[in-house]
């Protein structure tokens, strides 16, 4: 077993306060700072064409992905863009691209992120789907 020398006995408290130092500047610093923010816009619920005698619905949760810096620009935009995502669903709802079942959550989202970077595409990185449910 090795025993300390002298000198190094000496040296390890001083390492020991100038760890706890940095340690402490790290944390007034603060976390660092996160690159991209998640914006939920909710849920939106589209009624989808009639198939005989029952009504279907597709209730869809969207959150969308942005640059930090930018998040505050697209919560001031949050009415357009909520209105801009129930718009597409109505659209694809039309053309019947969503149905029960058969709702592809890639093509959904391509959709959404084109729409929405056509009202703000500086900062937004994606899309996300955070629920869809059929009835």
Same mark, same amino acid.
């Given at each position: 077993?090795?025993?300390?020398?002298?000198?190094?006995?000496?040296?390890?408290?001083?390492?020991? %306060?100038?760890?706890?130092?940095? +340690?402490?500047?790290?944390?007034?610093?603060?976390?660092?700072?996160?690159?991209?923010?998640?914006?939920? %816009?909710?849920?939106?619920?589209?009624?989808?064409?009639?198939?005989?005698?029952?009504?279907?619905?597709? @209730?869809?949760?969207?959150? @969308?992905?942005?640059?930090?810096?930018?998040?505050?620009?697209?919560?001031?935009?949050?009415?357009?863009?909520?209105?801009?995502? %129930?718009?597409?669903?109505?659209?694809?709802?039309?053309?019947?691209?969503?149905?029960?079942? +058969?709702?592809?959550?890639?093509?959904?989202?391509?959709?959404?992120?084109?729409?929405?970077?056509?009202?703000?595409?500086?900062?937004?990185?994606?899309?996300? @789907?955070?629920?869809?449910?059929?009835?």
């Amino acid at each position: 077993m090795a025993y300390p020398t002298r000198r190094s006995a000496l040296l390890m408290p001083t390492a020991l %306060l100038l760890a706890g130092v940095a +340690g402490r500047a790290r944390a007034a610093e603060g976390p660092a700072p996160k690159p991209y923010d998640f914006l939920p %816009l909710g849920d939106f619920t589209v009624n989808l064409p009639r198939t005989g005698r029952q009504a279907h619905y597709l @209730i869809v949760s969207v959150t @969308i992905e942005t640059k930090s810096e930018e998040t505050q620009a697209f919560r001031d935009l949050a009415p357009r863009l909520k209105e801009t995502v %129930l718009q597409r669903l109505l659209e694809m709802s039309d053309r019947r691209q969503l149905q029960p079942g +058969g709702t592809d959550p890639a093509t959904l989202r391509e959709n959404l992120f084109s729409s929405l970077s056509q009202v703000r595409e500086a900062g937004l990185k994606s899309v996300v @789907i955070t629920r869809m449910l059929h009835s």
